[in-house]
T-cell receptor, first 112, second 114 residues
Framework: GDSVTQMEGPVTLSEEAFLTINCTYTATGYPSLFWYVQYPGEGLQLLLKATKADDKGSNKGFEATYRKETTSFHLEKGSVQVSDSAVYFCALSDMDFNKFYFGSGTKLNVKP | EAGVTQFPSHSVIEKGQTVTLRCDPISGHDNLYWYRRVMGKEIKFLLHFVKESKQDESGMPNNRFLAERTGGTYSTLKVQPAELEDSGVYFC????????????FGSGTRLTVV
């Protein structure tokens, strides 16, 4: 069945450091891929998405590229801020976009 | 526009008791979903309503869980009787057409069974 595996956290970085959170997936067909973020006390928010191979999703300085050959969708940001501290979830949607398969989440702590 | 609202935000109950979680979707959203995250693991799909009908309930763990959406507006998720392994965060989401991008999550209900 469909599934997502992402690196375990927590990840602790200093402000302005480079961020990578790894995500790989297993899916039948051609899923769409997503990164969601949960800030403390808030709900899940869509950060970025990519709907086909080689697409790059980007938002708020974060980027991720849909790599079909490596079944990956790694999240990157060149310079993190304290305000980026949150839990990040990688996810894929089934072919009908009716439900998500999420990874276990990676908590990011950014220190000033 | 009001977002997806979930009540309560936290609930602590004893094993064997009953708990009812509520989700108010965005007005006009026919699609309503329940997910849960248990013990820091992955967020898992529970079920999907289209209006008042259950479109997909393949993720419901067992018959102690009952979801309803009377009238196609708000939804409730009842756990009866609660067990320790039911502890986790329960998320609700709604969407207008089921297409991703219009899928809005609530802030979740943290359930602790002691």
């Amino acid at each position: 069945g469909d599934s997502v595996t992402q690196m375990e956290g927590p990840v602790t970085l200093s402000e302005e450091a480079f961020l990578t959170i790894n995500c790989t997936y297993t899916a039948t067909g051609y899923p769409s891929l997503f990164w969601y973020v949960q800030y403390p006390g808030e709900g899940l928010q869509l950060l970025l998405k990519a709907t086909k191979a080689d697409d790059k999703g980007s938002n708020k300085g974060f980027e991720a590229t849909y790599r079909k050959e490596t079944t990956s969708f790694h999240l990157e940001k060149g310079s993190v801020q304290v305000s980026d501290s949150a839990v990040y979830f990688c996810a894929l949607s089934d072919m009908d976009f009716n439900k998500f398969y999420f990874g276990s989440g990676t908590k990011l702590n950014v220190k000033p | 526009e009001a977002g997806v609202t979930q009540f309560p935000s936290h609930s602590v109950i004893e094993k064997g008791q009953t708990v009812t979680l509520r989700c108010d979707p965005i007005s006009g959203h026919d699609n309503l979903y329940w997910y849960r995250r248990v013990m820091g693991k992955e967020i898992k799909f529970l079920l999907h309503f289209v209006k008042e009908s259950k479109q997909d309930e393949s993720g419901m763990p067992n018959n102690r869980f009952l979801a309803e959406r009377t009238g196609g507006t708000y939804s409730t998720l009842k756990v009866q009787p609660a067990e320790l392994e039911d502890s986790g965060v329960y998320f609700c989401a709604s969407s207008l057409s089921g297409l991703v991008g219009g899928y809005t999550f609530g802030s979740g209900t943290r359930l602790t069974v002691v």
